[in-house]
């Protein structure tokens, strides 16, 4: 019988502020939003993995005065797809603000380009219930795996997110979601 626990992970201080069991006949949807209950986060960003990313989870982060960066899979049907189309085919004068950055490390090389859209009025009209977006983000992953200086394999990943920021910079957006995926390691 596994355990399933959502966990509240301070990023900058490196600690667990609080975590709650799942029930089991819950999930996590249901369990976030006890546990933002407890936390003033103001003037914080919330990030949340694509499990999380519900209209309610968001309007309640907003409610509270932080601000959200929330992943996008397929669970979101049409707001994943439609944050795609305005990547992959943005509407005339469209402005798409990039940065990238790279690691070297564990025999590999990473490279990430971070791409956010902040004109999103047209995915506003399309999901009335996401009206606290205000920018979308693309990170395009490539990653080299290394072998005494050689490449040996190389692989391309895109992630999609959505966040309440209004004017985000990629660099803060990447130290964002790079944080996030820290957490998983640090715990």
């Not at 006949?25 to 546990?35: D, F, G, R």
């Not at 994943?80 to 590999?108: M, N």
């Not at 200086?149 to 004017?167: F, V, W």
């Amino acid at each position: 019988n596994m355990l399933h626990m959502v966990s509240a992970f301070a990023t900058e201080a490196r600690v667990v502020l609080g975590q709650d069991k799942v029930d089991k006949k819950s999930n996590e949807i249901t369990a976030i939003p006890l546990l933002l209950d407890l936390f003033d986060v103001k003037g914080h960003i919330v990030t949340i993995d694509a499990m999380g990313c519900q209209y309610a989870i968001a309007n309640k982060i907003i409610a509270k005065n932080g601000d959200y960066i929330f992943a996008l899979k397929g669970n979101q049907g049409s707001l994943v797809a439609d944050v795609e189309l305005l990547f992959a085919k943005p509407p005339t004068k469209t402005i798409i603000v990039t940065d990238s950055d790279c690691d070297k490390g564990h025999g590999r090389l990473e490279t990430r380009i971070c791409s956010v859209i902040t004109d999103v009025a047209w995915l506003q009209a399309e999901h009335e219930n996401w009206q606290t977006i205000q920018s979308i983000i693309k990170i395009e992953s490539t990653r080299e795996m290394l072998d005494g200086g050689d490449i040996k394999k190389t692989s391309h990943e895109s992630r999609y997110y959505i966040s309440s920021l209004k004017n985000p910079t990629p660099k803060e957006l990447l130290c964002a979601i790079r944080s996030h995926w820290g957490i998983e390691n640090t715990l």
